[in-house]
Each structure stands twice: as structure tokens, then as C-alpha cells.
């Protein structure tokens, strides 16, 4: 054995010695947790975290910072990023996390309505643009509680059946994604008799030659409670600010009993990929009997897809393409589609098709924003010709503890760098 | 080019044919639900699947065979194994599948009382043995009721403070599995002033040298409301019958201000690993100050070895070995441990430990059995001499509604077998 070698095995040793001696100081679990990774799949970079933000002008008006309950309970929350996992624990697991906190304050909020149901967010210009969903009248009253009937012949004396029933959608700006300013209604009811003489509602937006659409969800009266049934719509403009032309007819409507969407269509959510336009929905059985290819089934995401976006939507014949699920939560990344899904037998997942249709696991989550919207980068363009970057933010709603009002909340999206 | 390979050619761009041709019937998540999976995992041999069984003789006495309440929910459930898709949502999430339509029945109920916090089920000879904790009286009062001291002096006239209140832990036997029969009380809280005047409760047994010993929380008087301290302490016999001695003094104590678990230790659970006797267990700190490491923090689990079972037991410096959960649940597997968790930032976790220490990743699930215990298929015996197979079946508890009287059930688990 040589000096040299004799040498080196000595200092190995040593560094071994060392080493092995260097007494570990946290578990590998509390390490993660005082990482401030509050999960375990920081090595999966789908994995996303949701940052909850208030928003004003989106149901919520009040100013959080002069607002003593809201401070004293966002302030943990938002200055001490581990803090949101006492957050989580305080409440409902499943509730999101600022929600929970705004949702038991009782000032700052606009009474007696609803926003919810919010469309992506989309920038023209220097000015972010969104569509929602939007109540207000008496208090909602269940259907067991009455009878629905007597309230909706006379519209200007409704009650509402639920926190989203007699809706309208309306449209809001804001310059900086979290001061938002109504810009009045965008699209109302049809008349008696009409294919949506009861409520428009749950809308999503897509860009696409120049035009703007939405798609959304459409109901007539009598609206029996959770019944159907609901159709999807569509209108057309050529600035974010309309006015709005209608479709002639629903672009979407249920299927024939036996199928998983025999009920209610709705949840609209558009994707471009390959010159085809993708109408993701949630669709809705009988209660009583539901069925699809013959199984039991509840809810689950269909897809629909044209050639153009006033359609004619066909409707894959391989759906559903998520089963579960609730809102449909989706936005595109690479060429594919990703969903975010918080019902089901697959519930906290993130699943991701790269051919739009066929979903496989891409990540366990262990939040799901309540109808959850993203921010497109690329607004509308062609995954297929314009991969999609991760989403970094969008937007959501929150119901209020008693009331079951509504409002419309922003999150910020961090997914891991995996090294 | 040769006529065989000629032909080969011809062949293969058949069959090509033939393939691109044949239209796929469903989508991949659809064929998931389709083939009963139930969930995205099964490519995960550590992926659970919990299928609850009503047991007689634990908190419900009724005949399910008889009862048509409990007959027309649990049915579809029970026959149709694809029916638990229906089931999970239909109710909370987060309940138990089984419990959601137990909990709603009315009738067959041991009134009054509580049966939770059961061992795991051991078997000796022919018999199966469990022990748990029992509480009764008139319906449980929340302290933020009334005044509890008013309460807790004459302990015949006791109102609980809530359903784990006054607690003893009974024994219970059962030829298989399902039926149990009640064999009385097995431990009972000490004499006013003792260390565990109030309550023992959520016991764990372990098998040792002939002997039977178990583990068990307990708490004194005056018992506010989820607060502490509460200990661990442990009896010992030398049959499964007793009589039980317990130890002169608790065998874990919380641990001083600024740890995880300085207000209770409880729960325990015990793993016999490389001669040693690992005492897992959950750990609360005090609930205005919770701190570990100098982190904010809430419940963890942490682990205590000794190398006796009488102890003394010193607790991991690497505490807490789990960051979250709730009730401690957790199986020897191989010769390491896996534990369930259902809360915090990790929920819906197993994860699992090759040194009982340092907890890792092993599985996404979509249920936790409440306080789930396993069948320990070789008792305890050391897991680094001899490696465990995974559980078969186990036992938990439910809460009914309204009254949150608890009842034991049974579950027979189900892993994924990877091809």
C-alpha cells in the first residue's frame, strides 16, 4: 500500500467518522414542514400550491385593512407562509384557506348577493376582464321551504330558490387583478317562454378570431330545486364590453336518459387544440336512475367538440372523460389539459390528458379552489401550435357562513422547481 | 426483398390496420371506474381500499338483516361494489362510506353510549380479543354549555362534558371478527387524586413475553375541555381476562412549553422493532402558544422507545415523526411502518418509515379510517426478525349524528396486486 493511498483511506475514514456521527436534528417529516413546503410532493412539478388573495369589487367591498376581524385573521395567514397549516386545520378541511377566514366576517360584503362562478381571467391591453355569475334579491329560500312556484311568476318580488337562481351575467375590470370595477350586466335572461328566461349562469370566455364569446349555462321556470333541464349557450360580441348577440339556440344540451349528462350540462370551460374547439362541461344525471354504458353513475366532465366556436359541439363519444370531479377546474399546459378534481373516487387529484380526453393521474393535491379559473398567458391560442406555460394565477369563489352568498376571491399558483 | 419477408410486410401493416381502426370505447378514466378500481392508483401495491362491515356487540346491537332503514342504505353499498362511488358522495367526504348510513340510523343503538379508540384486534387461540373505550350517562354536554365543574364532582349524577368523558375501557371477544360479545370493564380511572382519576381511554395492546399489556391515555380531574394534561400510562396481565395491574405512574408525560406535546400525549400505538418497543403517539401543545423547534406548529405524532415494555420510554429527539394527522394510525409493514394520515399539510397520506423514524411518501389515498387499528397477523413480533405482511382487516370507530355517540366498525382491506 502506498503513502498516498494509505493517506486517502485515512481521510475517508475520517469523513466517514464524521459523517456518521453528525447526529440527524429533525425527522424528515418536520424538515419538510419547516421547509415550508407543507407537502410532500415538492419533487412533482405539477404539484400546485394555492396562495388565497382578497380581491374588492367582486362581492367583497370593504377594505381588509381596516377591517379588525379580517386582520386579525388573515394576518397569521398572510404574513407566515407555514401558518396556512394551522389555517387548514382550524376549519373544514375542504374549505380553501382565506375563505375560510372571510367567510365568517360579517362586515364589507355586499348583502343580499351573489358573485360567483367566475370566467377565466383575460387581459386586453393593459386591462384584465372577467364574466361571473351574479344574484341578489331576498334571501334564498331551499325549495323545502316553500313553495317555488308562488316566488317566480313575478320577477321583481322573487325570492330565490338558491344563492344562484334569477342570475345574470355581468362583466368586471381591474387594472391589477385584485381591484376589480363592475361594468354592468353583460348578459341577462331571455324572456318568458324563452330558452333562458330563468337564470345565465357559470359562464366561461374564449377569444378567437377577433370575437369574443361566452359559453354558459342556461335555465328556464319553473327551476325545481337541482333539477333540470340546464343547457349550455353562447354569445358573441366584438369587444370585451359587447353588446352581446345570442345564440339562436343552446350550442349544448343534455343527453338521451341512461347517460351520465341526461340531466344538466353545464360548467362550460374552452380549450383550443389542434383547430378544434374544446367545450369541456360537467354534466349531471337523473338522480334517480343514473346511469352511463350501462354502470351507476354521478357527475362527471364531458367534452364537446367543433370546428368553429359557434359550433355545431359534438360530443365525444368517449365520455365522461373525468368521472367526478365537481366545477370543471381545467387549463391547458404543454398540448394537453390538465383538471383539477375534489369529488369522486379519484378526488384530490390533478389529472392531465395530453390528447384532451384520456386523463391519468398527474399529481395528488390537497386543495382544489371552488370553481377554480386560471389566467391564460396565451389567452386562447393553439396548444397543439403554442404550447401552454403553467398557470400563475386566477380566480374563484367563496360562500359565506349563513348566508350561502357568494364572492369572488384570487389566488396566486406556485408549483415546485424540481432540481 | 424476399417472399416471406414480403408477406411478413403485408402482415404487420394488417394488423396495423386493424388496430388504428379499432375505435376506443371508452376513456381511460372511465374505464377505471368501469373496472371497479375505484381510484387512479392501483399501480400502487401500498394503495388501501377500506370496505366497512357492520359488527354486533360494539355500540350497535341491532340486526341489520331486519332493520330497513339501515337495509335500504346499505345494500347498493354492500352489493355493488362500484355503489361506494355513489356513497362518497352523497355525503361528507370525509366520513366513513359505511358510517355515513350507519350514523343516520335510528334504531339498534346502545343508547347513552359510547364505544370508540378500540385496540387492535389481537388473536388468541380461537377467540379474538379487543378492548376499547367506553363512556356513558346522560347525553354529553359541551363545556361551552355550562359549568363543568358543577358536574364532575358526584360521579353518579356525572353529565359528560362530551362523549369521551368518564371513560373506561372495556374488553370485548368474538369468534370471527364480526360478532362481538362485551366481557366487562377492564381498566377503570383511579381513586379521586390518582393520576388517572377521570378517564383512560384510547387504548393499545401489546403481546410480549407472555404477558398482555396495554396502553392507554389518561386524565384527571377537572377535565376542560380538550385541554390537558393528558398522559399515557399502562397495566399488564397475564391473560387477556386480567386482572389487570396498572403501573405506578404514567409511562409518557407531555413534554415542557414550546414542544409539540407539551399539553397531551395519547393514542399510543406500539411496534416492536430491533429488540426495541416503539410507542407511537399523537402529541397537542398548548392550544394559544403551539410551537416545536421554534416553528409554529399543531398536532403531530411522535414516537418513544424503550427497551422494555414497562419502559422507561424516551422520546425521539427527532419529534415529531409526523407532521399532522390525527388519531395515531398506523401498521408494521415489512420491517418498517406505515401510517395513515388525514389532517394537515400531508393528508391523505400513508406514509411509511423504514427506521420508524423518518417518514416518507408512500401512497395518495381517499380514506382514513377513524382511529383505524390493524389485525396484527403475527401479534408483535419483531419486525426486523420478522418482516410484517400487509393487514388484512381492522376495526374503527363512527360517530352518530346528532347525538356523536360513537360505535365500533369493521373493515376488510384491499391492496392493489401490480402485475
Chains 1, 2 share one sequence.
Not at 387594472?175 to 359562464?203: L, M, N
Not at 325545481?224 to 339562436?248: L, N, Q
Request: charged fraction near 20%; include cysteine.
Amino acid at each position: 500500500m502506498s503513502m498516498n493511498f494509505r493517506i486517502l483511506s485515512i481521510a475517508l475514514a475520517l469523513i466517514c467518522l464524521t459523517q456518521s456521527t453528525h447526529a440527524q436534528t429533525y425527522s424528515e417529516a418536520f424538515q419538510r414542514y419547516k421547509d415550508s413546503d407543507l407537502h410532500f410532493e415538492k419533487d412533482n412539478p405539477l404539484f400546485p400550491t394555492f396562495n388565497y388573495k382578497l380581491v374588492t369589487g367582486l362581492g367583497y367591498d370593504g377594505d381588509p385593512k381596516t377591517d379588525p376581524l379580517i386582520q386579525s385573521k388573515v394576518k397569521i395567514y398572510r404574513d407566515n407562509p407555514r401558518a396556512r397549516y394551522l389555517v387548514r386545520l382550524a376549519g373544514n378541511q375542504q374549505e380553501l384557506q382565506a375563505a375560510y377566514h372571510l367567510r365568517h366576517a360579517i362586515d364589507g360584503f355586499v348583502e343580499n348577493t351573489t358573485f360567483r362562478d367566475v370566467t377565466s381571467p383575460i387581459k386586453i391591453g393593459d386591462t384584465y376582464h372577467a364574466w361571473y355569475s351574479k344574484s341578489w334579491g331576498e334571501p334564498a329560500v331551499g325549495q323545502e321551504r316553500g313553495s317555488q312556484e308562488a316566488w317566480q311568476e313575478i320577477k321583481g318580488q322573487w325570492k330565490r330558490i338558491y344563492s344562484w337562481d334569477f342570475v345574470s351575467i355581468w362583466h368586471a375590470t381591474s387594472k391589477d387583478g385584485y381591484h376589480w370595477q363592475e361594468q354592468g350586466v353583460a348578459i341577462e335572461p331571455g324572456p318568458k317562454g324563452s330558452y333562458d328566461d330563468r337564470c345565465v349562469f357559470t359562464p366561461d370566455v374564449l377569444v378567437s378570431g377577433g370575437k369574443y364569446y361566452l359559453y354558459y349555462q342556461v335555465a328556464t321556470s319553473p327551476h325545481v330545486y337541482r333539477d333540470g333541464p340546464h343547457k349550455i349557450a353562447m354569445a358573441w360580441a366584438d369587444s370585451p364590453d359587447g353588446p352581446w348577440t345570442k345564440s339562436d339556440a343552446p350550442v349544448l344540451v343534455p343527453s338521451e336518459p341512461g347517460h351520465f349528462d341526461s340531466r344538466k350540462v353545464h360548467d362550460p370551460c374552452l380549450i383550443v387544440k389542434g383547430g378544434k374547439y374544446y367545450l369541456y362541461y360537467k354534466g349531471d344525471g337523473d338522480h334517480s336512475n343514473r346511469y352511463q354504458f350501462g354502470e351507476r353513475f354521478h357527475i362527471g366532465w364531458g367534452v364537446a367538440i367543433a370546428d368553429r366556436p359557434e359550433g355545431p359541439f359534438v360530443k365525444s363519444k368517449l365520455n365522461p372523460v373525468v368521472c367526478g370531479g365537481h366545477e370543471v377546474v381545467i387549463f391547458p399546459y404543454k398540448s394537453g389539459v390538465a383538471g383539477l378534481v375534489r369529488q369522486g373516487p379519484e378526488l384530490f387529484s390533478m389529472q392531465y390528458a395530453e390528447d384532451g380526453l384520456n386523463f391519468k393521474l398527474a399529481t395528488h393535491v390537497t386543495d382544489v379552489p371552488f370553481a377554480g379559473t386560471f389566467f391564460r398567458q396565451g389567452h386562447f391560442k393553439d396548444i397543439d401550435k403554442h404550447p401552454a406555460e403553467l398557470p400563475r394565477w386566477g380566480l374563484c369563489h367563496g360562500s359565506r357562513l349563513g348566508s350561502g352568498e357568494a364572492f369572488i376571491m384570487r389566488y396566486d399558483i406556485t408549483f415546485p422547481v424540481v432540481k
